[in-house]
T-cell receptor
Framework: DGGITQSPKYLFRKEGQNVTLSCEQN?????MYWYRQDPGQGLRLIYY???????QKGDIAEGYSVSREKKESFPLTVTSAQKNPTAFYLC???????????FGNGTRLTVT | AQSVTQLDSHVSVSEGTPVLLRCNYS??????LFWYVQHPNKGLQLLLK??????LVKGINGFEAEFKKSETSFHLTKPSAHMSDAAEYFC????????????FGKGTKLSVKP
């Protein structure tokens, strides 16, 4: 079955450490996205990529970094510069920009 | 500017009664509109989409939505709620052409009482 896999499901880190969230898709989609979800705030776009080796900042990119070396993979690094990193992170993909999104099941990151 | 407003943050219904989740949008272009559902600690799943064909759109699990351009609305309905419908629902607008990215509403949490 095609889909998006995010790992791990739960992640705990100490403040000041960088952490990388994994996202892999086997849907052969060109576009991939990272969203952050906080209670009552909906989804906010962190980064997106429409093609391998290219990516753009979303609305809340500060304190985050990404890479897109392979079509299937779009890892997100939460750096120590992110002031409030504790959140639920969702990865998604689509055939093209602004087409319907397919989501992974998310990674819940807790930083203490 | 493009925007989307979900008018209720929380809706509570009894099992077997109708569901109405309200969404208004603002778009300078002919938008595409979507409804997604999210169960606790899960990703979002597409319920239905409007892309300028029929104004009444049928989705999965018995949900449907009607696009009303004059009211700039895209409300989600279901005739009879089931316990499994309890979840959070997001209205999403895709601005026309290459005008920015998808815009998510803040979500409506649906509770279903037995």
């Amino acid at each position: 079955d095609g889909g998006i896999t995010q790992s791990p499901k739960y992640l705990f880190r100490k403040e000041g450490q960088n952490v990388t969230l994994s996202c892999e898709q086997n849907l052969n989609h060109d576009a991939m996205y990272w969203y952050r979800q906080d209670p009552g705030q909906g989804l906010r776009l962190i980064y997106y990529s429409q093609i391998v080796n290219d990516f753009q900042k979303g609305d809340i990119a500060e304190g985050y970094s990404v890479s897109r070396e392979k079509k299937e993979s779009f890892p997100l690094t939460v750096t120590s510069a992110q002031k409030n990193p504790t959140a639920f992170y969702l990865c998604a993909s689509s055939i093209a920009k602004n087409s319907p999104l397919h989501f992974g099941n998310g990674t819940r990151l807790t930083v203490t | 500017a493009q925007s989307v407003t979900q008018l209720d943050s929380h809706v509570s219904v009894s099992e077997g009664t109708p569901v109405l989740l309200r969404c208004n949008y603002s778009s300078s272009y002919s938008p595409s509109l979507f409804w997604y559902v999210q169960h606790p600690n899960k990703g979002l799943q597409l319920l239905l989409k409007y892309t300028s064909a029929a104004t009444l759109v049928k989705g999965i699990n018995g949900f449907e939505a009607e696009f009303k351009k004059s009211e700039t609305s895209f409300h989600l309905t279901k005739p009879s709620a089931h316990m499994s419908d309890a979840a959070e629902y997001f209205c999403v607008v895709s601005p026309g052409g290459s005008q920015g990215n998808l815009i998510f509403g803040k979500g409506t949490k649906l509770s279903v009482k037995p």
